[in-house]
C-alpha cells in the first residue's frame, strides 16, 4: 500500500538505506529531513542526499528538529514518522553532552509532539542498544528494569528520547515503536564505527586504532536485516519497544580478521587503551522480536563484512576523502 513518510536523519547511514527501499514501493512517497551536521564527514551525507534526490517520489529538507518553529515548515499528513535523527557514540556523548541533550531528547520531544498535534498514526523512534550496558553472559531484553543507571550520556538522552515519546503519546491513538538497534554495519556505513574505518584502514595500508585488547563483543547486525525490521514496523501496526540485533555475537578481533582475509592484506594493529566506559558484551534476547515481529537477522557476519569491503573497494575514491577520526581521537588527552 502506498504511503507518506516522514523520515528524520535521512542523509545518515540507516535513514539513506529506509529511503532507498521505501521508494521502491510503488506510489510511495518519502520527505527526509535531515541538518547535515558534521558528527562524521558531511560529504558522506551529501553523497548519500545526492543519491535520494535523483528519485521523483523524495523531497529533502535541510531542518534542524531540535529547533521547535522549524517544526512549522514541515507538511502534516504522514502516515508514518521514522524518527532516526540523532547524536549517536558513546565516547564522544561525553565530550559533548550538551549537543546529546538537543539533538537527541530535545528533537525526540520536539518530533513527538508534531505526531501528536498532528494525530498522525504511526511513529517509529530508532533507540539503541547502548542504553543497556554490559550484558554480561545474560541476554538483555526489552524489559530490563536497571535502565535507571544509563552508562553514557548518550544512553542517557536515548533513554530520555523514548520515555518523552512515550509519555507525549500515551493517551492519543498513536502506535509508538521503538526498535533498540545494536552495532549496525554494512553499505554507506559511518566511520566513525569500527567496521568502515578497519575496512578503510586495512585496504590502506594504514595503522588500525584498536582501543583495548579486540575482544569486546558486539551483535554486529548487518543493514539489509536492520532495514527488514523497519519495514515491518512501517507496514505493520505493532506498538512496544522491540530488540533489533544478530543472534551472533562475534568480537573486534574476528571482525579484523574477516576484513584481512576478505582484502588479502594483514592488519597493521596499533593497540590504545580501553575506551573510556567501553563495555565488554552486549547479547540481545530476540524472543519477543522473533514472536511478535516475525523478524529474526538473516545475514552472518561474513557475509555482511565481504558485501561492505566489496562497497569500499567500489567507493574507494570517495572513501579516501573521509576523515575517520572524530574530534576526542584528535587529541589523545581527550579519550
Ligand atoms: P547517523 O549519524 O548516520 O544518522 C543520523 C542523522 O541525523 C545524521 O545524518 C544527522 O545529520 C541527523 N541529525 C542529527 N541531529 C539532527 C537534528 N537535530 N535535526 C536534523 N537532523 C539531525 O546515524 P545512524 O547510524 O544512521 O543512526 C540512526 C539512528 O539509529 C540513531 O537514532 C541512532 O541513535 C540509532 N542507532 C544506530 C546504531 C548504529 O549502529 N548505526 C545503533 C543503535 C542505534
Redesign the pocket.
Known amino acids: 500500500m502506498s504511503k507518506k513518510v516522514l523520515v528524520?536523519?535521512?542523509?545518515?547511514?540507516?535513514?539513506?538505506h529506509f529511503c532507498i527501499n521505501m521508494l521502491k514501493e510503488e506510489g510511495s512517497t518519502v520527505y527526509g529531513?535531515?541538518?547535515?551536521?558534521n558528527?562524521?564527514s558531511?560529504l558522506l551525507?551529501k553523497e548519500?542526499i545526492d543519491n535520494l534526490k535523483g528519485n521523483d517520489s523524495f523531497s529533502f529538507l535541510n531542518?534542524?528538529?531540535?529547533?521547535i518553529n522549524?517544526l512549522n515548515s514541515l507538511k502534516k499528513d504522514f502516515d508514518v514518522v521514522l524518527?532516526?535523527?540523532?547524536?549517536?557514540?558513546v565516547r564522544q556523548s561525553f565530550l559533548n553532552p550538551e549537543i546529546y541533550v538537543?539533538?537527541?531528547t530535545?528533537?525526540t520531544a520536539n518530533i513527538s509532539n508534531f505526531v501528536n498535534k498532528n494525530s498522525i498514526k504511526k511513529l517509529v523512534?530508532?533507540?539503541?542498544?547502548?542504553i543497556y550496558g554490559d550484558s554480561g553472559v545474560n541476554k538483555v531484553s526489552e524489559d530490563k528494569d536497571e535502565l535507571g543507571s544509563p552508562p553514557s550520556v548518550?544512553a542517557a538522552t536515548?533513554i530520555a528520547g523514548e520515555n518523552i515519546a512515550k509519555t507525549i503519546l500515551e493517551d492519543s491513538n498513536t502506535i509508538l515503536s521503538i526498535p533498540?538497534?545494536?552495532?549496525?554495519?554494512g553499505p554507506w556505513?559511518?566511520p566513525?564505527?569500527s567496521i568502515l574505518r578497519f575496512i578503510h584502514w586495512i585496504q590502506s595500508g594504514k595503522a588500525v586504532r584498536l582501543y583495548g585488547d579486540g575482544k569486546q563483543r558486539r551483535a554486529f547486525?548487518y543493514i539489509d536485516d536492520?532495514i527488514a525490521a523497519l519495514e515491518k514496523f512501517t507496514n505493520q501496526d505493532i506498538h512496544g519497544t522491540f530488540n533489533i540485533g544478530s543472534d551472533s555475537i562475534n568480537t573486534l578481533n574476528e571482525v579484523i580478521n574477516l576484513i584481512e582475509k576478505k582484502l588479502d592484506r594483514v592488519a597493521n594493529i596499533e593497540y590504545l587503551d580501553r575506551a573510556y566506559r567501553d563495555i565488554d558484551v552486549v547479547i540481545p534476547d530476540l524472543d519477543k522480536t522473533k514472536k511478535q515481529l516475525s523478524w529474526e537477522p538473516l545475514t552472518s557476519l561474513s557475509e555482511g563484512i565481504s558485501k561492505t569491503v566489496e562497497w569500499c573497494e567500489e567507493k574507494i575514491d570517495l572513501l579516501n576523502k573521509i576523515d575517520y577520526l572524530y574530534e576526542g581521537e584528535k587529541n589523545p588527552n581527550e579519550n
Request: a positive charge.
Open positions: 528524520t536523519g535521512c542523509a545518515g547511514f540507516i535513514g539513506y529531513v535531515d541538518n547535515l551536521n558528527a562524521y558531511p551525507k548519500r531542518l534542524n528538529l531540535s529547533d522549524s524518527h532516526l535523527a540523532a547524536r549517536a557514540g538537543r539533538d537527541n530535545l528533537a523512534i530508532a533507540s539503541t542498544s547502548s548518550y536515548k533498540r538497534f545494536f552495532t549496525v554495519y556505513g559511518r566513525d564505527m547486525t536492520v
